[in-house]
């Protein structure tokens, strides 16, 4: 690629973002993201993290890539996911992507046929409420995790999703877990499941279950 047009450089608060734009082979534009964090802000420690954003083929066939190394709030941060559209097939793809306890990854084709399958791993979910709500937010959550699973095929997508020792509020649930999967694209039909165990809500407390059945836009919801 050869960075031909001018680019923009913008540093404040310890935080650099570049941002370029080329002119590939096939004088495509080829735009590129830079986000660099190399010294720390007044008052904090330094994590250096580095970000990019890099897309070609564009307009026709596009690939975007997405990738980050560093440290995010004490941790080491790796991300690396690719979009890719080509001859009609669009295609999602998380390489690995780790942080705390958090991991993701899979392949997903999106068109002409869907297909493929990712998940998503939280071991503590309080590294996210911390990141997100701060120390009470990662408090309430301390034990919870998370582990969800998403499966596409042709005509057909299912949701996977148990969250362990959850607490909000006032509520406190052992596990939860959810079983929901849609079929069909012009009239789609959803057949799900939300079981809880271990529910305790002061006063009241024990298992539920709720179940969802029907097309998306006349769905029946039996709980019990």
């Known amino acids: 690629m050869s960075y031909l047009l001018p680019h923009i450089d913008v540093q404040r608060d310890a935080v650099e973002i570049l941002v370029l734009a080329g002119l590939g082979r096939d004088v495509g534009l080829e735009p590129r993201?830079?986000?660099?964090?190399?010294?720390?802000?007044?008052?904090?420690?330094?994590?250096?993290?580095?970000?990019?954003?890099?897309?070609?083929?564009?307009?026709?066939?596009?690939?975007?890539?997405?990738?980050?190394?560093?440290?995010?709030?004490?941790?080491?941060?790796?991300?690396?996911?690719?979009?890719?559209?080509a001859a009609g097939v669009t295609r999602v793809a998380i390489e690995r992507a780790r942080w705390k306890s958090v991991q993701a990854a899979g392949t997903l084709e999106l068109t002409p046929v869907q297909q493929g399958t990712a998940t998503v791993e939280i071991g503590a979910l309080s590294d996210i409420a911390a990141l997100v709500g701060g120390p009470s937010a990662a408090s309430k959550l301390a034990a919870g995790k998370l582990a969800a699973r998403l499966t596409l095929a042709?005509?057909?997508?299912?949701?996977?999703?148990?969250?362990?020792?959850?607490?909000?509020?006032?509520?406190?649930?052992?596990?939860?877990?959810?079983?929901?999967?849609?079929?069909?694209?012009?009239?789609?039909?959803?057949?799900?499941?939300?079981?809880?165990?271990?529910?305790?809500?002061?006063?009241?407390?024990?298992?539920?279950?709720?179940?969802?059945?029907?097309?998306?836009?006349a769905v029946a919801v039996r709980a019990n």
């Open 33 to 85: 993201v830079v986000f660099r964090r190399n010294q720390a802000a007044p008052g904090q420690r330094a994590e250096p993290l580095s970000a990019t954003i890099d897309a070609s083929g564009l307009p026709g066939a596009p690939v975007v890539l997405l990738s980050a190394d560093g440290t995010l709030a004490g941790a080491p941060l790796t991300l690396a996911a690719e979009l890719r559209q």
């Open 154 to 217: 042709p005509e057909t997508a299912r949701l996977e999703m148990t969250l362990d020792r959850l607490t909000a509020a006032t509520v406190q649930i052992a596990r939860a877990h959810l079983d929901a999967t849609v079929k069909g694209t012009a009239h789609p039909v959803i057949a799900g499941t939300l079981v809880l165990d271990g529910v305790n809500a002061g006063q009241a407390g024990g298992r539920a279950r709720i179940e969802a059945n029907g097309p998306v836009n």
